[in-house]
């Protein structure tokens, strides 16, 4: 079936937007042929301009949605400056999308430790070699640099940088978008007041 031409039952269903997310992910995971776990970052620099990446969401549960990064990078340093973020699922395959807002938190040393501990000894040894959003002279720099790095710990693991971190978006707001023909997409919203307050839902015109 056309996605576009979807009945609505049941794709809207219920009053959690974390269930209804639960449910859109696995949709994307069994359809999507390339990283249905990417989701587009927006923060603000010290200009009050938008900026946005695309990154990989790592962990999520009823506290948020976690992904890792340089504290130093510019992500890093606006989520410092202004803790507040909106994220972008788009999954093409399914016509689906999802928009999220709300504040940021650091996810604790622990769970930093354990994703890091988790990850592909590359981009271990990457995180330390690369000042993510400097300037760099020259790609034989990073190579030399990765090389350094790899060398220090004589293919033993290497700890976790100090700079290097997760962050958690905690909801404020969902959007969930599903493409109709002739420009009629639905859009159900969900908002809060606060992290403890209960969710709201409404519908939008397209």
Known sequence: MDPA?????????????????????????????????????????????????????????????????????????????????????????????????GTVEAVTEAESDAYYASRPRGSQVGAWASDQSRPLPSRAELEARVQAVDDEYGGETPPRPPFWRGYRVQPLSFEFWRDRRSRLHDRMVFRREGLSASWTTLRLYP
């Open 5 to 101: 031409e979807e009945v609505d039952e049941g794709l809207f269903e219920g009053d959690d937007p974390l269930g209804l997310f639960d449910r859109w992910l696995r949709a994307a995971e069994a359809s999507e042929p390339n990283d249905p776990n990417g989701m587009a970052v927006a923060t603000v620099d010290d200009r009050g301009l938008p900026d946005v990446r695309m990154v990989l969401l790592k962990d999520w549960d009823a506290r948020g949605f976690v992904f890792y990064t340089n504290v130093q990078s510019d992500k890093g340093r606006q989520l410092e400056a202004d803790p507040k973020a909106a994220l972008l699922f788009h999954w093409k395959s399914l016509r689906r999308q999802v928009r999220i807002r």
